[in-house]
């Protein structure tokens, strides 16, 4: 037997020890907290997933929207869903559809052409469907009813995730139910020659050259491409849908007879996303405290799958809140004070500097960067999902391991 002597390492090696052991340590323990928080959340909603539904009936859908953070590619924002929402939303065996932007502006007008398409199925202008929607609504309606299925009766809701997201979507809804359900008629070429200029460039092989456009003008032709390399272009790189009404028009434009009464509720989820490397000890701290973050999404989304209650967002604020955000010059009072506008206004903090500022001279539309305009008569129509306090205290006694999952009875007893 060898003659070891036992001695402390050197003092370099105590401090690698030390802090790799520590750093270790607390990324072990976040991730354990942050998958009970999960694991609590998801055994709230399960018993969902258990009871019977017709083999003929659709399941409950609801609609999320997320899109690039500033600065940041789409896969941020999937990954975020992925990871916090996700295992909820399955847990309740709820279905979903999702509206993605890669870019500024594409939520809203996805949000909006979706509400534009259900005016004119309910009556209003004139129905528009390129062949391959019109083939595929046909079908799926056709077999539908021959075998007598139906859509999900009762609330769906939506949920968005991103400071960003959620201005998109609240302009979406102005300009979905107050703006106009047909776009603005194109010019006519007739018309368009007489604003062309007189004569265009000849190539120097003597074919005459196409003047060159800018694609994200206002005069630009969304449906008629110039080239064939803009024919070409894949849909990430072709210009976003310009808004057919602006927040200032708000207050003259006129809403359909289609309006409902009560639009289905919403909620939006905070998506903490920092970028920068003097930012390296704010990142640091939100990846090792994620189980905070988890159990806050955890808490939110359970409250949408379980919909057991909703209430109209709040229209007042403290003095001491309001002032963080109210601009006399930008925005009305009546506007700044409503809850919709304050929703996770902390997180334009961490917006990269040129999302943040305008460019000297730049008057095109900044969903991201204007204040959020609110119209009463949309405003009064929004609700949210809130967790019911008696599910609140479930998930309680959950955490602690004093109760279950339900059963298919609701009788609320372990499994």
Known sequence: ???????????????????????????????????????????????????????????????????????????????????????????GALDWDVVEGRREGEVRAGLAEKIRKWRRKHGEGVQVTTPEEADVEAIVETVRQGVGGSEWVGMKGDLVIGRHTWKE???????????????????????????????????????????????????ASPTAPATEAEASEPPSKQAVTPALITPTAY??????????????????????????????????YRFLTRRHLAEQIGRETAAIVLAAQTRPYS???????????????????????TEQARTLEGEERD???????RAAGDETERV???????????A??????????????????IGEGKEGARDEGGDGSGE
């Open 368 to 378: 991201w960067l204007d204040e959020v305009v609110l119209d009463p008569r949309v």
């Open 169 to 219: 979507y609240i302009r979406g809804l102005h300009e979905g139910w107050l703006g106009p359900v047909e776009s603005p008629a194109t010019p006519t070429p007739e018309i368009a020659a007489h604003n062309s200029p007189p004569e265009s460039p000849v190539a120097a092989d003597g074919e005459q050259a196409s003047p060159a456009t800018d694609d994200a003008s206002p005069t």
């Open 1 to 91: 037997m060898p003659n070891l002597k036992l001695k402390l390492p050197s003092r370099n090696w105590l401090i690698f020890l030390s802090i790799s052991g520590t750093f270790t340590s607390l990324v072990l323990y976040d991730k354990y907290e942050k998958k009970r928080a999960q694991k609590k959340w998801c055994t709230l909603v399960s018993h969902l997933a258990r009871e019977p539904l017709d083999s003929r009936s659709m399941p409950r859908r609801l609609t999320v929207y997320l899109s690039a953070p500033p600065g940041d590619g789409l896969k941020a924002s999937r990954d975020y869903f992925t990871e916090y929402v996700k295992p909820v939303l399955v847990a």
């Open 251 to 284: 207050a003259s434009a006129s809403p359909p007879q289609s309006l409902p009464q009560t639009f289905d509720p919403s909620t939006p989820l905070p998506l903490p996303h920092i970028l920068g490397f003097l930012n390296t000890p704010t990142r640091l």
């Open 315 to 337: 229209t007042a604020s403290t003095a001491s809140t309001a002032s963080e955000f109210i601009d006399p010059d930008t925005s009305s009072s009546a506007t700044a004070l």
């Open 351 to 357: 917006w990269i500097k040129s999302i943040r500022k």
């Open 380 to 397: 009064a129509r929004m609700s949210r999902f809130e967790l019911a306090s008696e599910d609140e205290a479930r998930a309680a006694r």
